[in-house]
């Protein structure tokens, strides 16, 4: 306790000084060799304030850092489970939706083919009946442009998927990389060159580039809303 008030009385000190050599240096006029004397002599007080002051703070500022970096050091800690669970759910999550969503073209094709079907049936029923071959043919092929797009079902939830790409270039077979790339030497040469391969295959939908392998993968994103 006595060491605190000791600590608090020579901050006050320190802070009264700084006060009164602020007023002291806003008020010198310096006109002549006696004040430039004066105002030299106080420059020389202001640098040992300042030392002064910096070496008082200099402890509690190596406490307070400690302090600071052991504090981040339990962030980081506590959010490994965190930053390791997302892209654990998000994988799971990523792989059941792409299931879902062809399981939901299936429906979706199964019931256009069987629209297309029912058509041509109608159409098969019309030439029974001796109807105009080319009015048939005609009647059959606007059934089956009119067939409605059936509609998909959607996962429900505030976590959306956007469809990206990994690129790996493949170990031996560099000699398959197209001319307009730049031929990999070092590592960050094939980071560079996959990068540009994963933008294009993000324009092209995945299109198959010689020498690399893309994957198709799809970015986690939660809506806060």
Known sequence: MLELKSENSIERSLDDRANIILQTCENLVV????????????????????????????????SSYDTWQGIIEKEKSMLKGCIKGKPILAGKMSRYKIAFDLAEQKKRDALQLEAKNEARLKAFELAEQGVDPVAVEAVMEMAEEAVPMAPMAELRGKTSFKPSYEVR??????????????????????????????????????????GFEIIPVQTARRRTI
């Open 169 to 210: 270039m493949i170990p031996g077979e560099e000699w398959r990389i197209p001319k307009d790339l730049l031929w990999p030497s070092t590592p960050a040469q094939i980071k560079a060159i996959e990068a540009k391969v994963k933008a294009q295959a993000k324009f092209t939908g995945g299109k198959p580039v010689d």
């Open 31 to 62: 006109g002549d060799q006696a004040s430039y004397t004066v105002a030299d002599t106080m420059m020389g007080e202001l640098k040992a304030l300042s030392n002064g002051i910096t070496e008082f703070w200099c402890n509690t500022k190596k």
